[in-house]
């Protein structure tokens, strides 16, 4: 009954750090880029000079792409409430694998838009605003977190140290 705790509360966390992540990371693409590419000017007054260009930061496929992430998240949230036998450490390597993937996710969802705005204002098409930093940090802390624990002895069927544990 341990293991179902515990697992639902990995599931729980893990979770809630895909949305936590997901979010930033489209408010990063949608809101806090644009105005820091674009120093002067309303979200507003951005997106008008875009469309005038023919251009858009194309908001449908950035969150199509980033909830695909959160809908794998709540997937396994609903897999962990329903294991009648749970691995935890198991649910924590796929909660950690999805947050790694979610800079490689971040860089896809904001190209499109970061090119938009380099096309629109003759700018550079990177990033311009500091918040895609904390993703990028937590994706790198999630891949050291992801190769410890998948590496670190775990205790056996008999208890001794070293012996990986079998697969459930």
């Known amino acids: 009954m341990a293991d179902r705790s515990l697992t639902r509360r990995i599931a729980a966390l893990g979770t809630l750090a895909m949305v936590a992540y997901a979010a930033l990371a489209a408010v990063q693409i949608l809101v806090l880029n644009p105005l820091a590419a674009v120093p002067g000017r309303t979200l507003p007054q951005i997106e008008a000079e875009m469309a005038r260009w023919g251009e858009s930061l194309g908001t449908p496929r950035v969150l199509g792409l980033l909830g695909f992430g ?99």
Not at 113 to 132: N, Q, V
Not at 136 to 161: D, F, K, N, Q
């Open 70 to 168: 959160v809908a794998l998240a709540v997937g396994l949230l609903v897999t962990a409430w329903l294991d009648k036998d749970p691995a935890p450490w198991d649910y924590a390597l796929g909660y950690l694998a999805m947050l790694v993937l979610g800079a490689p996710a971040y860089f896809v969802a904001s190209f499109g838009a970061g090119m938009a705005l380099a096309d629109s204002f003759g700018i550079s098409g990177g990033d311009h605003a500091p918040w895609a930093l904390p993703l990028y940090i937590a994706s790198a802390l999630a891949l050291v977190a992801l190769v410890t624990l998948a590496v670190w002895p775990r205790r056996g069927a008999e208890g001794a140290a070293g012996v990986p544990s079998a697969p459930r």
